[in-house]
């Protein structure tokens, strides 16, 4: 694809000052347009405010620097419009001047860069449009997943205006046939944030059921904004602009039944599928996110304790593990019978008298496999590795036992046996809905 002149709006803003780095690093050449400049290598700047017609329609056709005066062929034309200048959300300004400047501003620059023949535009919507950010009170959405084709119903001004500029881009496309693309840009974190912020959210996610969890990393905004600028022909669209995964260490389906209980679900989700859905993105822009939370923040280093009740509900699981593999039972050749308990023990006092003949990895797995699970009820948090790894080798030899007493039709052995296996998939079962993604 060749490089694109690209007059880009609001580029000093939280979003905006990454994706124009990313956007310089594809090659591209870029004007901002804002009302402070951007201290960046690389970029043009010009001080111009939206909500002025006559100043969007001049800086749409300058020059981005003295460099562009020497062919003398005149102002060279942008290839694309990027418009991100706004007032960020409510509460910075009174309603009706967040309303005015959002709305005519993106008026104001739609119509310079139709006017001026630019066929590719892409505009900052916003998740707020969903109508739970800014809603008064806790609001519901109608279904989840959140995508495109939901009927947008923001109550507040910030939400309202983009609703508004989403019908302002689509008009304008009826008239010109231009490529016209409104992102609903989620809640964009800066790679700093992840370490600043994220803890408290994972402790406290009901911070973020305004936001539907979701988020978006301010990089991976600018590949979604290049990813635009590449696809053409598309007419008008609005994309979710998200990250793949939530904001959040519960899982999909917990996190919609505790936060959003009742809100009919579209289809079954992923494990931690976000529920600002980035589909689309994925879909029809081939979309591949870069900055996921998981890279920047690893469990281990988190300087936070996971709940309490969390920690004992492990606990609670991993001690019936023990109790039950213990009288695990077994018959053979008619009187032949042993629990696994007196096997144990029989081979503790072997260990200090005939050690050569207990080592068989069939005598010591079991052992093992129990002594790990006992360590695992000293841990403040009972490491779901080792866990696993004492129901694999119990599992290996009672489930061996569990298939004799089924060929047999031999009930002692089966229930025996089965208690361990039922404990040992509901504990599985426990930590994988608990589990973070590593």
């Known amino acids: 694809m060749a490089k694109m002149r690209i007059f880009f709006t609001g580029g000093s803003g939280k979003a905006g000052k990454h994706v124009i780095p990313y956007l310089l690093d594809q090659g591209h050449r870029v004007m901002n347009a804002d009302l402070r400049p951007l201290d960046h290598s690389g970029v043009d700047n010009l001080v111009a405010d939206i909500t002025d017609s006559g100043q969007m329609f001049n800086a749409m056709s300058s020059y981005c620097g003295f460099d562009e005066l020497e062919a003398g062929t005149g102002t060279p034309k942008f290839d694309a419009v990027v418009h991100f200048a706004a007032v960020p959300r409510i509460l910075l300004k009174p309603d009706n001047e967040t309303f005015r400047v959002n709305t005519i501003g993106t008026y104001n620059v739609i119509e310079a860069a139709v006017k001026l023949g630019i066929k590719k535009i892409i505009i900052a919507s916003s998740e707020t449009t969903y109508g739970i950010c800014f809603s008064d009170g806790q609001t519901n959405p109608n279904v989840l997943p959140l995508e495109e084709d939901y009927d947008v119903d923001p109550m507040d001004s910030y939400g309202l205006s983009k609703v508004v500029n989403e019908k302002t881009a689509r008009s304008f496309q009826r008239r010109s046939g231009f490529d016209i693309y409104a992102l609903r840009i989620g809640n964009v974190i800066e790679p700093?944030?992840?370490?600043?912020?994220?803890?408290?959210?994972?402790?406290?996610?009901?911070?973020?059921?305004?936001?539907?969890?979701?988020?978006?990393?301010?990089?991976?905004?600018?590949?979604?904004?290049?990813?635009?600028?590449?696809?053409?022909?598309?007419?008008?669209?609005?994309?979710?602009?998200?990250?793949?995964?939530?904001?959040?260490?519960?899982?999909?389906?917990?996190?919609?039944?505790?936060?959003?209980?009742?809100?009919?679900?579209?289809?079954?989700?992923?494990?931690?599928?976000?529920?600002?859905?980035?589909?689309?993105?994925?879909?029809?822009?081939?979309?591949?996110?870069?900055?996921?939370w998981q890279k920047y923040l690893k469990w281990e280093n988190l300087k936070f304790n996971i709940p309490s009740e969390r920690k004992m509900k492990s606990k609670f699981f991993n001690f019936p593990l023990i109790i039950t593999s213990l009288f695990g039972?077994?018959?053979?050749?008619?009187?032949?019978?042993?629990?696994?308990?007196?096997?144990?023990?029989?081979?503790?006092?072997?260990?200090?008298?005939?050690?050569?003949?207990?080592?068989?990895?069939?005598?010591?797995?079991?052992?093992?496999?129990?002594?790990l699970l006992m360590t695992t009820l000293f841990q403040k948090n009972p490491n779901k590795i080792l866990t696993y790894i004492s129901i694999m080798g119990l599992g290996l030899l009672l489930g061996f036992m569990f298939v004799i007493g089924l060929m047999d039709i031999n009930y002692k052995i089966i229930i025996s046996t089965i208690t361990f296996i039922f404990f040992g998939v509901v504990t599985i079962h426990h930590h994988r809905k608990n589990r973070i993604i590593n």
């Open 192 to 292: 700093h944030e992840y370490t600043e912020l994220f803890p408290h959210y994972f402790i406290h996610p009901e911070v973020r059921r305004r936001n539907a969890f979701c988020y978006i990393d301010a990089r991976d905004l600018g590949q979604i904004v290049d990813l635009c600028l590449k696809k053409d022909g598309l007419g008008y669209q609005v994309f979710n602009a998200g990250n793949d995964h939530n904001g959040a260490i519960m899982p999909s389906k917990e996190l919609a039944e505790k936060f959003f209980p009742n809100v009919p679900i579209k289809h079954e989700l992923g494990e931690h599928e976000a529920l600002f859905s980035n589909r689309k993105i994925r879909e029809v822009l081939g979309f591949k996110e870069q900055h996921n």
């Open 329 to 371: 039972y077994l018959e053979w050749g008619g009187n032949n019978q042993i629990f696994l308990l007196k096997t144990e023990l029989d081979i503790l006092s072997k260990i200090f008298n005939n050690l050569l003949s207990v080592l068989h990895p069939q005598i010591l797995l079991p052992l093992a496999s129990q002594i």
